[in-house]
């Protein structure tokens, strides 16, 4: 985390960047506001110490720029004793804190760390948002290249240009929520509110004044009024009791075509018949005019080591170790797995293997196994063909080889023992592309 230091006296910027980067800061100093403003704009990485009496632009009209400019940076003023008043003023315009001469060099590295943690949560913020609003962002999170991928992309597309209400059906785990905000960023919508609410977690009555009011003085606008122009999220709507479907129903048809709220539905039973079997039957036709079902993650073939591979190297990343190499044994188990928990299920494996392989210990066999110790054996497999398997591990031997050697062909050619027509063709046939991995 950065810290700009702001201060005509030479001595007070290096004895405070001194001081800040003995505690691990990484400090960054100016002479002047005028010139700190040309570095510190919106989104700046860090935190602003700012003396209050300066010549030309003193610190009280620099904190108030610094605040037009984004008002979620940390600014810590330091004052002489009779400025207190001023520094009052300063965090009434929107100053972190201040330091009065002369202060503990403690204290400001205090303020420095916390001022610095607030940034950073501000910052995490503000790139969640700006991803889950930004459809290009989201369509890249669906990995994968099997047919019903390809498809789900295609239908999230022409569904959220569509802008109506849509139900989402598919077992726990396979992506619901994701696909809903991925909807909602790709449509019309896309700059308006999305909020989201789980009908599972809250009783009738909460449930009813969250949805329609009324609501305390103190409190939000109910949901429905909420998200008007946007989209409102319903997850677990076959939770949802028969009295408020039917307020659901009265408002859904209250706002015609097109919709003011656009309801986006999130089944989660186990079968879409079950969820079909939960809701009124006038609602259930209503949301499920456009419908989208998710596939468990058994039945999408390839894209099981795809990911494995992915989140293996996301995790390791973040663990500072290198991702598993899967074996042919250890594809064919992943391959075969029930995946009663889906994608979060193998997000969980991926991470527990990267923590195996840090400690030295455990296989990912051992990891499957103990994860799928309750499963009936009849539910191990659903018969994938031979085919499927084998192409799925050849495109996973392949990205991985590529990854390892930095998209360098001959490299590639030469450690699976491939000519340059069959690399190509298969590179190809996966969709796999050089560039990827430059």
């Given at each position: 985390?950065?810290?700009?230091?702001?201060?005509?006296?030479?001595?007070?910027?290096?004895?405070?960047?001194?001081?800040?980067?003995?505690?691990?800061?990484?400090?960054?100093?100016?002479?002047?506001?005028?010139?700190?403003?040309?570095?510190?704009?919106?989104?700046?990485?860090?935190?602003?110490?700012?003396?209050?009496?300066?010549?030309?632009?003193?610190?009280?009209?620099?904190?108030?720029?610094?605040?037009?400019?984004?008002?979620?940076?940390?600014?810590?003023?330091?004052?002489?004793?009779?400025?207190?008043?001023?520094?009052?003023?300063?965090?009434?315009?929107?100053?972190?804190?201040?330091?009065?001469?002369?202060?503990?060099?403690?204290?400001?590295?205090?303020?420095?760390?916390?001022?610095?943690?607030?940034?950073?949560?501000?910052?995490?913020?503000?790139?969640?948002?700006?991803?889950?609003?930004?459809?290009?962002?989201?369509?890249?999170?669906?990995?994968?290249?099997?047919?019903?991928?390809?498809?789900?992309?295609?239908?999230?597309?022409?569904?959220?240009?569509?802008?109506?209400?849509v139900l989402i059906t598919g077992e726990t785990g396979?992506?619901?929520?994701?696909?809903?905000?991925?909807?909602?960023?790709?449509?019309?919508?896309?700059?308006?509110?999305?909020?989201?609410?789980?009908?599972?977690?809250?009783?009738?009555?909460?449930?009813?004044?969250?949805?329609?009011?009324?609501?305390?003085?103190?409190?939000?606008?109910?949901?429905?009024?909420?998200?008007?122009?946007?989209?409102?999220?319903?997850?677990?709507?076959?939770?949802?009791?028969?009295?408020?479907?039917?307020?659901?129903?009265t408002v859904i048809n209250e706002q015609g075509v097109?919709?003011?709220?656009?309801?986006?539905?999130?089944?989660?039973?186990?079968?879409?018949?079950?969820?079909?079997?939960?809701?009124?039957?006038?609602?259930?036709?209503?949301?499920?005019?456009?419908?989208?079902?998710?596939?468990?993650?058994?039945?999408?073939?390839?894209?099981?080591?795809?990911?494995?591979?992915?989140?293996?190297?996301?995790?390791?990343?973040?663990?500072?170790?290198?991702?598993?190499?899967?074996?042919?044994?250890?594809?064919?188990?992943?391959?075969?797995?029930?995946?009663?928990?889906?994608?979060?299920?193998?997000?969980?494996?991926?991470?527990?293997?990267?923590?195996q392989q840090r400690r030295g210990s455990g296989s990912?066999?051992?990891?499957?196994?103990?994860?799928?110790?309750?499963?009936?054996?009849?539910?191990?497999?659903?018969?994938?063909?031979?085919?499927?398997?084998?192409?799925?591990?050849?495109?996973?031997?392949?990205?991985?080889?590529?990854?390892?050697?930095?998209?360098?062909?001959?490299?590639?050619?030469?450690?699976?023992?491939?000519?340059?027509?069959?690399?190509?063709?298969?590179?190809?046939?996966?969709?796999?592309?050089?560039?990827?991995?430059?």
């Open positions: 985390m950065k810290i700009a230091i702001v201060d005509d006296e030479q001595d007070m910027r290096q004895s405070i960047s001194q001081w800040l980067a003995l505690s691990g800061f990484e400090t960054e100093t100016f002479a002047s506001a005028e010139d700190a403003l040309k570095v510190i704009g919106s989104d700046w990485p860090g935190v602003v110490v700012s003396d209050v009496k300066m010549p030309g632009m003193d610190g009280m009209a620099f904190l108030k720029r610094l605040m037009g400019i984004d008002s979620g940076l940390p600014v810590i003023m330091i004052t002489g004793h009779g400025d207190v008043p001023m520094a009052v003023e300063a965090m009434r315009i929107g100053a972190y804190d201040f330091l009065e001469k002369p202060f503990n060099p403690d204290r400001m590295t205090d303020l420095a760390k916390r001022a610095g943690q607030q940034r950073r949560l501000t910052l995490d913020n503000r790139a969640l948002r700006r991803e889950l609003s930004d459809g290009t962002v989201l369509m890249r999170k669906l990995i994968g290249t099997s047919a019903v991928m390809e498809r789900l992309r295609e239908d999230i597309l022409d569904l959220g240009q569509a802008d109506g209400h396979t992506g619901k929520t994701l696909v809903a905000h991925a909807l909602h960023a790709v449509g019309p919508r896309a700059g308006k509110s999305f909020v989201s609410l789980s009908c599972a977690a809250h009783d009738e009555e909460t449930l009813a004044a969250r949805l329609f009011g009324p609501v305390g003085e103190d409190q939000d606008k109910p949901m429905i009024e909420q998200t008007r122009g946007g989209t409102l999220v319903l997850e677990d709507i076959d939770s949802l009791p028969q009295a408020l479907q039917a307020r659901l129903l097109p919709a003011e709220t656009r309801i986006v539905a999130i089944c989660n039973a186990p079968e879409p018949e079950q969820c079909e079997a939960s809701l009124r039957p006038d609602l259930f036709y209503r949301l499920a005019a456009m419908r989208i079902d998710l596939p468990p993650l058994r039945q999408r073939g390839e894209d099981i080591l795809t990911l494995f591979t992915r989140f293996g190297e996301q995790f390791g990343e973040e663990y500072g170790t290198e991702a598993p190499q899967v074996t042919a044994q250890e594809a064919a188990q992943l391959l075969q797995a029930p995946w009663p928990g889906n994608v979060r299920q193998l997000i969980n494996i991926a991470e527990r293997a990267i923590l990912i066999a051992s990891l499957l196994m103990a994860d799928n110790a309750e499963i009936a054996p009849q539910a191990i497999g659903e018969g994938k063909p031979l085919k499927e398997y084998v192409e799925a591990f050849e495109r996973m031997l392949i990205d991985n080889t590529m990854r390892r050697h930095r998209g360098s062909i001959a490299n590639v050619m030469d450690e699976l023992c491939l000519p340059r027509r069959t690399l190509n063709e298969k590179m190809a046939k996966y969709g796999l592309s050089r560039s990827d991995y430059l």
